[in-house]
C-alpha cells in the first residue's frame, strides 16, 4: 500500500538505480532477493532523505593541478586520490589548436614504435589506472585462490584433516572461453556505437562554431561596408567581437574565476561600460548581447540601411541565434544515461570474468595478471573516450577561436580607417591568424 504522506513533508519514487561508474557497477548488481526487498522498505522516501545535488564546480578544486606541467608530472598517489579532478583539469590542455609544424609532427614516422612506450604514461594511460589496478587486482586475486586452495589443503591434510577436506570442497575459479567468446560481439557493439555517437557530438560541435566564426566574421564585414555611423560601426564589431566570449562562458562551469575572465574580455572588446553591465547582469547572457546587437542593428537613424540591407544582417543575426541552440541542445542533452551505464555495467562484468575465463587457456597461469591488466586498460580506454569527448565544449578551443574572431575583425575596422595595423591599445595588436595559432599539442602526451 502507499504510504500516507505525512504533512509538510514531499515523497518521491526511490528508484533502485545507483550512479555507478566503472569501477564501482559490480557493487550496483545486488542479488534480486535483496534488490526486491530494498524496493518493498524503501519505496517512498522523503526527498530530504535523497543524497543532495552535487556543489557547482570551482576552480579550486582543480588546484592540485593548476598548470599543464602538474599534469603531465602528477604521480600515481595524487592520480588515485584524485581521478576525477586529473582528468578534468587536463581537459583544459587538450584544446588543440594545429598549425602547418603540427601537423608535419602529426604525421611524422615512428609514432607507432614511440605509442608503446608511452601505453602508461599518457593522460589516458594514467587516468585509467584506478580501472586497470581493479582488473590487476581480480586477477591477481583468481591467480592466488586457484594455486593457493590447492596448497593449503596439501599442508593441513595431516594436522587438520576436516578443514583439508573442505578446502578440497572449493571450487577452483576457471571457466571455458565461450561465455567471453558468445558476449564480445554485443560488448563491443556497444562500446563501438558509444564512441562514434561521442565523436559525432564532438564534431557537430565543431561545426557549429564554426559557423559562429564564419557568421559573426560575415556580420562584421556587413557592417563595416554598410553601416554609416562611424561611432556605431566600432560599437557594433565590439558587440560581434563579444559574442563568442559570451557564448563560451554560456556553455562552461559558471564559476567566479570564468566570471570574472568574461568581464575582462568584454572589456578588452572595448565594449561599453553600461552594455557590459547589462550582460553581466542577465541570466541568460547571450541573448542579451544578440539584443544589444539587434538594437544597433535596427537604429536606422544611425545605420542609414535600408529595409532590404536591414534584412540581410539580420538574417546573419538570426544564424547567431541558430547556433546559440544547437550549442545548448548538445551541452543539455547527453547520450541516454540508461545506454551508458548499462554499457559501463556490462564492460565491467565481462572484465572481472575474463582472468577466470583464461586460467586454463594460458601455458603459465600467472600470465593472466599482465594480460588481463592490458586487455581491460584497453578496453576500458575505449570506453572512456566516449566520456571525454562526450561533452566537446570543454576540449574544444573556444578560446583560441574567439580570439581569432576578435583580431581579424577588429583588424579590418582599423583597416576601414585608415588605420595602420598594429597600433597601440588595438585588440588585433600582434595579429595572429587562426591557421597558424597552435598550443603546442605535441608537448602534452595524449
Request: aromatic share 10%.
Amino acid at each position: 500500500r502507499r504510504c500516507p504522506r505525512p504533512r509538510g513533508e514531499g515523497y518521491v519514487w526511490r528508484g533502485l538505480r545507483p550512479h555507478s561508474s566503472l569501477h564501482a557497477a559490480p557493487g550496483a548488481m545486488l542479488p534480486f532477493a535483496a534488490t526486491t526487498t530494498l524496493a518493498l522498505v524503501h519505496r517512498w522516501a522523503p526527498a530530504s532523505a535523497l543524497p543532495a545535488p552535487r556543489p557547482p564546480l570551482t576552480m579550486a578544486e582543480h588546484a592540485r593541478f593548476p598548470t599543464r606541467e602538474a599534469v603531465l608530472g602528477a604521480s600515481l598517489p595524487a592520480i588515485f586520490s584524485s581521478t576525477t579532478e586529473f582528468k578534468e583539469a587536463g581537459r583544459e590542455f587538450r584544446q588543440d589548436v594545429y598549425s602547418y609544424n603540427d601537423w608535419r609532427w602529426h604525421r611524422e614516422s615512428g609514432h607507432i614504435a614511440s605509442a608503446i612506450s608511452s601505453v602508461f604514461t599518457s593522460g589516458v594511460g594514467k587516468a585509467m589506472w584506478r580501472e586497470t589496478f581493479f582488473v590487476i587486482a581480480t586477477a591477481a586475486a583468481v591467480y592466488l585462490y586457484n594455486i593457493g586452495v590447492p596448497v593449503l589443503a596439501a599442508k593441513t591434510a595431516a594436522s587438520l584433516p576436516i578443514v583439508a577436506a573442505l578446502l578440497g570442497r572449493l571450487p577452483l575459479l576457471h571457466l571455458s572461453l565461450l561465455p567471453l567468446t558468445l558476449s564480445s560481439p554485443a560488448l563491443f557493439l556497444l562500446l563501438v556505437f558509444r564512441t562514434n555517437n561521442s565523436y559525432d557530438r564532438w564534431w557537430e560541435a565543431r561545426k557549429v562554431w564554426g559557423g559562429v566564426i564564419n557568421a559573426s566574421r560575415d556580420l562584421a564585414r556587413q557592417a563595416l561596408a554598410l553601416v554609416r555611423d562611424a561611432e556605431l560601426k566600432k560599437l557594433m564589431v565590439s558587440q560581434i567581437a563579444s559574442y563568442a566570449r559570451v557564448l563560451k562562458y554560456h556553455l562552461g562551469p559558471p564559476t567566479p574565476e570564468a566570471r570574472d575572465l568574461l568581464r575582462n574580455e568584454l572589456v578588452d572588446n572595448r565594449l561599453p561600460a553600461d552594455q557590459v553591465r547589462v550582460i553581466m547582469e542577465a541570466k541568460h547572457k547571450p541573448m542579451a548581447l544578440l539584443g544589444l546587437v539587434s538594437a544597433s542593428l535596427h537604429d536606422s537613424g544611425r545605420t542609414g540601411l535600408d529595409t532590404v540591407q536591414a534584412s540581410k544582417l539580420d538574417q546573419t543575426l538570426s544564424l547567431l541565434t541558430d547556433y546559440l541552440g544547437k550549442c545548448e541542445r548538445i551541452v543539455k542533452t547527453p547520450l541516454p544515461l540508461v545506454y551508458t551505464r548499462h554499457t559501463a555495467r556490462f564492460l565491467s562484468w565481462w572484465l572481472l570474468f575474463l582472468p577466470v575465463c583464461l586460467y586454463n587457456q594460458l601455458r603459465a597461469n600467472w600470465m593472466i595478471v599482465p594480460v588481463s591488466g592490458l586487455i581491460g586498460f584497453f578496453l576500458v580506454g575505449i570506453e572512456d573516450l566516449g566520456n571525454q569527448i562526450e561533452e566537446p565544449f570543454s576540449i574544444l578551443p573556444l578560446t583560441a577561436m574567439g580570439t581569432g574572431i576578435q583580431q581579424s575583425i577588429f583588424e579590418a575596422l582599423d583597416r576601414s580607417e585608415g588605420v595602420a595595423a598594429g597600433h597601440a591599445g588595438s585588440p588585433g595588436d600582434d595579429y595572429v591568424p587562426y591557421i597558424k595559432m597552435s598550443n603546442n599539442p605535441n608537448a602534452f602526451v595524449r
